[in-house]
């Protein structure tokens, strides 16, 4: 069945039954590949895109529930959110940078709903994004200088 989607902007047509996932449009029917599988459980967050805005996990939701709503995804970010970008490289934040876009999509949706979040709006709205190499305190710091704000310390 057809489905008409607004992705980084552009509507796009897609041929694919009413349940595929976002994900596997993006990946395999758009070549949006940045957006990563992870548990396909809706746990990880490595397949977070935006939603009209909000953070979602793109794995668990079926294409036919996007009709006329703006999805944004980790291909779109350095245009719309260059300080994020730019500080989650200074801070070192990625390892093995699996996990990456989808806690960037995370970050932006908070900066975007929250421009100057405390450690505790960070670790809220950054829960269920898991990093396997354990980069949240450099996560943490990156967002805070993304917000133009000093981190308040901790450890890693």
Known sequence: MGHKLNVNGDVV???VSDDTPLLWVLRDHLGLTGTKYGCGGGYCGACSVHLDGAAIRSC???VSTLQGKAIRTIESLEQRHPALVSTWINNN???CGYCQS???M???ALLDA???PTDADIDGAMTGNICRCGTYVRIRAAIHQAAGQQATGGAE
């Open 13 to 15: 047509d897609v041929d």
């Open 60 to 62: 668990q939701l079926p």
């Open 93 to 95: 934040v990625a390892q």
């Open 102 to 104: 989808g806690q960037l």
């Open 106 to 108: 995370s970050a932006a």
């Open 114 to 116: 929250n421009p100057k």
